[in-house]
């Protein structure tokens, strides 16, 4: 199912058009770039205004993005420890469960985009 | 009107009710008989008797829900020697609960019985019902220890005779009718001896004399054994946790509409008894009447809510389950009694009452039931709420009821019950309450999931209940929903009736001296 | 005094119109009850309107004030949209079940005393379960099942909890409570497994995602906000709120960043997103309640819309797993836009509605001087951003392609998440209509150069992080699986211990029975060779064991009676 070679972009309609680029590793790159970019401007705003906070540690330059970015990375490799043993298999709870069993389809309207 | 004078005194007809509200039901059963009625002609009569005996309860309740006392000497010989009858409002009450479900239950038994019972014991079936409906009002109505083993035996008779005419589904009603007759004769036995004894101490059967005569006898040994004796006798009647064996039988294999009659009312009845004894004749100031309260008919009870409740989880035949649950029930109201406080009292009172309807509902439900699919196994009235959606509501009501939720009758009385344990600082009784209401909820989903959540049967009659049913019943299920939010009746009543009893003693003495001022 | 119709009443008519209308205008009726409801909300005065009286008790069925009125109105508002996305089902159940919830919610809210608001709180519990059992498999019905009991159990535990307050202090009302006595912590608890507390939360993961596509959209909005309500009324001000608040704010995220199923991690981030409202009131000054009730309203919106762009997913795909999707955008952008928006909302970029409502809850926290607590809630709305905010627009319309290509969403849903995405952007943009509805006054101003710039800081920093380890392949990929929780205590492990205990037990009665019956049976065999036919015992039995039980009673009584 993932390879659709004979795909033709002109069915999708204008506004899904516009998100195309996507697909397309090199644009994606210059918004990863971009993103960077702007980070680095925001990191740098830090010293160019007054702060009005109420506490010591959000004066300290930096501790907004630095705390945003370390607090994040922090967060996702802890999870990913926490699979380690917390991970099962979808039919753990099965045949009680409704993880491991589909939507009945009547209460579903699969329909193709072309269809 | 207790006349002292040896000349009759012309009363009005108003002055008879207490009489006519048992002699209509009394005189109606021989009618039938008699005019050798079929069918439709015996039904009317004795619904007309049923009709008439519930308003005059009506009129007597109204008149005695204040407080007051109607004492009435049997011929005009006036008690002690006479025969009395005394209508206040613990009694009204119970003649209200039972003419009213009387009432009701006859509408809805015609069709059942016309689909259970063969055309040509009809006559004798109204006959025998009007016999056991006149027991049941005289057990409550009288004021003579005596006469309530009589009537008691009335209504007893009729009773094996009711449940027999089950056979004709099911053999095994005899076995029933047959078993429940050896227990209920052991059972009644042993009431009649107990009241054999007060004779013997005090030498009177009317039971304000008797209450007062026995009030400074408490050490008195005959007195002690006359009250064990009255306890277990009628604790056979009212079921009582270990000594209900007759009853799942009884109200299994009996007709529907006498299930439905039965289970709200006759071991109600047999619970006012109790109350009657426990309280008026015999002093709640007595050691060993709170002792055997307390440390018999307390842990029964609580062994009942739950015993009974567990087995009625498993049942595979809902007539059977809901016999099983009428069981736990009665632990309640046990429950309530044994507490021996005026909030307990009152809640057993109302429970007896809530409990009759909600029952009442739930057995003509499945009378509804039976009608349409020809047994009460779960198997086979699975989905008939889906193609009998009016029934199936109904039950579900009365399921509610059953379980105690806010809203509905049910309640009401167990709230006043928690309220009761708690005043008697008794914490692990209300959590117990709340317990085994839980597993009501069980066997109330367990049923719930039989009539909605399965497909019909194949092979079942997809219809919904006759008229003649679906009003009976909704008549009930509606009655639930209003008790359940208002209370002024039921808990009015109850009230005045457990302060009544709760004065002992002495609330039949003043009786007895303002009846003989005033009237 | 009954002048005025309790507002519950008017989905209670809905629900009841519903069941005998015929299908086609029934799904109107669905839209018009809320907005009647909201417009009584809206038009009525403050004060007690409705008192009934029931056993001696005064239930007060409508008390109005600034509180139950911006929660009455977020719910009248959450079950018009929820019914409008929910436009196609013509399942009755589902509908009666729907307008049956909000009712019974909206009637919690202006519950003035204990039994009330009981009453409602397990009309919530029973109606909603049919969302779930509505899904009509074998899982769902186990799931509704466990739903219903921990539902059911904390309408008992509140009502076990109003019996003891009324005894303590003679009074139903509803009011501000001091946490101390049994019937106080009982009442806490009731309404902390409600609002799914740490520990208490797992029904919420567990229901959530098993009911039906429209289900669990309406399903977001209310309970856990009743939940919420109930804590700012009855225990504002409560310090252990605080705590329990921030522990919320925190586990969940870890969870929702390894789970699988987008309607789960939607779960968990509702719970996260509790935390945040439990400190506010946990803090209790005015900025703080205000930050919860401007927090709920506006996370009602942006959560119900979350949950209808995934929603729409399934209804078109058939799953909502992170794992089996990706690459939508090509074909559902709208959906994919609101979609972001939802999650734009979450996060609390500015000019979105997270933005104006968070903030008030944070500052208060920082004004109180809460350090620990400030920084794990900062540390919460990052993680909120990473999860919610990236994670499920990005796995479900990005990602790598998954090959399928659903037709866009329904028309009517995508005008129920239209109309929602409106209001999260407008109320972000131009809070000052929220901030009037709110209990207190607001003296507040959500748009100063630090905070855009500080928020900005850290949502970029955070999608830095998220670029950085997606890009290293340190991100966990999305995979078929579950996580254990806390419900793994009630749903493997004491269903083990049980049967373990069950089997040991079982063997030993076996033992032992089978040792008696072995002697027993030599002895009645004796009996049965000198008394007949088999047949004719087994019948006596009961009979036989009744006469014996009577024996025994009277025996016991009469001695109690004579040793008395």
Redesign the interface.
Known sequence: ????PT?D?ST??P??R???W??DPAKVNRL?YG??A??GL??I??FL?T?????A??KVPGF??????????A??????G??LF?????D??????????????D????????? | MATETSHHVAMTLHDHLPMLQVLIPFIASPLIVLMGARGGLSWLIAFVASLASFIVSIVLLMEVIDGGFISYAIGGWAPPLGIEYRVDAANAFMLFLISGISTIVLPFAYESVKAEISAKHHTLFYSCYLLCFTGLLGVVITGDAFNVFVFLEISSLSTYALIATGAERDKRALTAAYDYLVMGTIGATFFVIGIGFLYMATGTLNMADLAERIADQENNRTIKAAFAFILVGMGLKVAIYPLHLWLPNSYTYAPSAITAFLAATATKAAIYVILRFTFSVFQPSFQFEVYALEFIILPLAVLAMFAASFIAVFQSDLKRMLAYSSIAQIGYMLLGIALLNSTGLTGSIVHLFNHGITKAVLFMGVGALVLRSGSSFYSRIRGMGRVMPITGAAMVVGGLSLIGVPGTAGFISKWELVQATLERGWWPLAFLIAASSLLAVIYVWRFVEVLYLHEPAYGADHREAPLTMLVPIWIMALACIYFGFATEITLGAARTAADGLLAGTTGMLESVTSTEAGH | MVDVLPTALIFFAAAALVLVLPRSVRAPVLLIAPVLAAWQVWTIPEGQLVIWSLMGLELELMRVDKLSRIFALIFSLAAFLGNLYAWHVRDPVQQVAALLYAGSAIGAVFAGDLISLFLYWEGTAIASVFLIWARRTEGAYHTGMRYLIVQIASGVILLAGAALYWRETGSLTFEAMTLGSPATWCIFIAFGIKAAFPLLHNWLQDAYPAATVTGTVILSAFTTKLAIYALARGFAGTEILIYIGAIMTLFPIFYAVIENDLRRVLAYSLNNQLGFMVVGIGIGTELALNGTAAHAFSHILYKALLFMSVGAVLFRTGTAKGSELGGLYKTMPLTMIFCVVGAASISAFPLFSGFISKSLILSASAKEHYDYIWAILLFASAGVFHHSGIKIPYFAFFAHDSGLRPKEAPTHMLLAMGLTAFLCIFIGAYPAPLYALLPYDVVYVPYTTTHVITQLQLLLFSALAFTVLMRTQIYPPELRSINLDTDVTYRKFMPGVITLVALGLSRIWQQQTSFWMRKLNLIVGGLYRTHGPEGRMARVWPTGSMVLWIAILLGVTLLVNFFS
Request: proline share 5%; hydrophobic share 40%; glycine share 2%.
């Open positions: 199912m993932t390879d659709r795909e972009p999708f309609s506004l899904a516009l998100f195309l996507c697909d990863v993103l960077y702007v980070c925001l990191a705003v830090d205004y702060k009005k906070v109420y506490l540690i959000e907004y993005p630095f705390y945003g970015f370390f607090m994040c990375a967060l996702v490799i802890c999870a990913k926490m699979r917390l991970m099962r298999d979808e753990y709870y099965a045949p009680r469960d409704t993880d491991s069993e589909a939507i009945p389809e209460q579903l309207d699969r329909t193709e985009h072309n269809g």
